[in-house]
Structure formats: structure tokens, C-alpha cells
T-cell receptor, first 116, second 110 residues
Framework: DVKVTQSSRYLVKRTGEKVFLECVQD?????MFWYRQDPGLGLRLIYF???????EKGDIPEGYSVSREKKERFSLILESASTNQTSMYLC???????????????FGAGSRLTVL | DQQVKQNSPSLSVQEGRISILNCDYT??????FLWYKKYPAEGPTFLIS?????DKNEDGRFTVFLNKSAKHLSLHIVPSQPGDSAVYFC?????????FGTGTRLTIIP
């Protein structure tokens, strides 16, 4: 089974702080994603990466950046945290190729971030 | 622009009865449709999918129906069990990008 590990399950940060959310996967998947989940808004894609050092903006990239220096690790960075970034952050991975019934996103357990 | 919509934020169903969760979409170019289930404090887990060229897919107690002319899909759970209580997200995909709906919280009443 693919294991997607988000090392920080709960974080509390102050407005203006720099925040790093780390995601590590152990199955050599090419694609990695960062989503945020908010009540009434579902899961929204922030950034994704289809290869080392490659990144693509998702639907809501403003206020975020990402880093993928190694295939197994995908980091989400909040340069200056704001209260509207309080959310559940979910990392996911996908093997190469299009999504299908046999090739699906596998999610980590999530990181709940509170910005005060 | 919400391309995938779940208009019911919550649903309560008696244990043993059928649960029907609905989802509408606007983009006729989606390839696959998927349902994910999410428990609190856990990541979403894949439940069942359907190709855009099919109209039904069944896996045990779970069946997904796709009506392309109406741009509508539904998830049927029969019979509903207490462990089915969770938030359900429908999602649609084109290549490697997955677009999620807003979710429906299903509560199974014992």
C-alpha cells in the first residue's frame, strides 16, 4: 500500500509566521498534490507537481508556494501565514499517467493548521 | 466556477435503508468520476469510480450511476451501515487533475 505521511498533524501559528508543511511518500509516485479542505467548499487544489523540481499552480495558489527537491517529498510553504489560511491541508500522490478507476489519488491523514 | 457540485451538505438515513448521494457536473470533457469517503481526522479514501463511457459500476454495497445527458451521478449504498457515516466527496478528472465537489455528510441512524 502507498503510504503518504504528513509529519505535522496539528499546528498553531501566528499571523505573519512562515509555515512549512511536509509530505513524504514511499511508493515512487511521480505526481504529488496539495489540497485544502474547508467546510462547504470541499477540497481545493493549491499546487501539484509531476516531477522533481516541477510545479504547477492549482485553483487557489495565492499565498502559497511549494518545493519538490526529491521525488518522495513535496513541501507546502506559507510565506506569511494569515488567518484565512486556517484549514485542513491534505497531501496526495498519484502514479504516472491519467487518473482512472485503477489509478487514483492516495491521501495523507492531513495537517490541521490554525493561524491566530 | 464550481465544476462539480454536491447540493446536499448533509443526509441522514436509517440503518439498513438505501443511501443516495448526488453529484452534478458542468464539464462534459471529464474522463472519470470518483467517490471518496472521509472520516474526521483522516485523509479521504477512494471508494468507487466510473468511466465516462459507462452508466453503472457496482462494488459490493456501493453502486455509482452516471447520467451523461443530465451531467449527473449518484452513489447508492445498500444496505446502509453505521460505519458508512462519513463525508462523501464526488470528484471528476481530466488527465492528472481531479476536481472535487463540496461534500455530503452522511449520518446513518442506528
Amino acid at each position: 500500500d502507498v503510504k503518504v505521511t504528513q509529519s505535522s498533524r496539528y499546528l498553531v501559528k501566528r499571523t505573519g509566521e512562515k509555515v512549512f508543511l511536509e509530505c513524504v511518500q514511499d511508493m515512487d509516485h511521480e505526481n504529488m498534490f496539495w489540497y485544502r479542505q474547508d467546510p462547504g467548499l470541499g477540497l481545493r487544489l493549491i499546487y501539484f507537481s509531476y516531477d522533481v523540481k516541477m510545479k504547477e499552480k492549482g485553483d487557489i495558489p495565492e499565498g502559497y508556494s511549494v518545493s519538490r527537491e526529491k521525488k518522495e517529498r513535496f513541501s507546502l510553504i506559507l510565506e506569511s501565514a494569515s488567518t484565512n489560511q486556517t484549514s485542513m491541508y491534505l497531501c496526495a500522490t498519484l502514479a504516472g499517467g491519467p487518473i482512472s478507476g485503477a489509478n487514483v489519488l492516495t491521501f495523507g491523514a492531513g495537517s490541521r493548521l490554525t493561524v491566530l | 466556477d464550481q465544476q462539480v457540485k454536491q447540493n446536499s451538505p448533509s443526509l441522514s438515513v436509517q440503518e439498513g435503508r438505501i443511501s443516495i448521494l448526488n453529484c452534478d457536473y458542468t464539464n462534459s470533457m471529464f474522463d472519470y468520476f470518483l467517490w471518496y469517503k472521509k472520516y474526521p481526522a483522516e485523509g479521504p479514501t477512494f471508494l468507487i469510480s466510473i468511466s465516462s463511457i459507462k452508466d453503472k459500476n457496482e462494488d459490493g454495497r456501493f453502486t455509482v450511476f452516471l447520467n451523461k445527458s443530465a451531467k449527473h451521478l449518484s452513489l447508492h449504498i445498500v444496505p446502509s451501515q453505521p460505519g458508512d457515516s462519513a463525508v462523501y466527496f464526488c470528484a471528476a478528472t481530466k488527465n492528472e487533475k481531479l476536481t472535487f465537489g463540496t461534500g455530503t455528510r452522511l449520518t446513518i441512524i442506528p
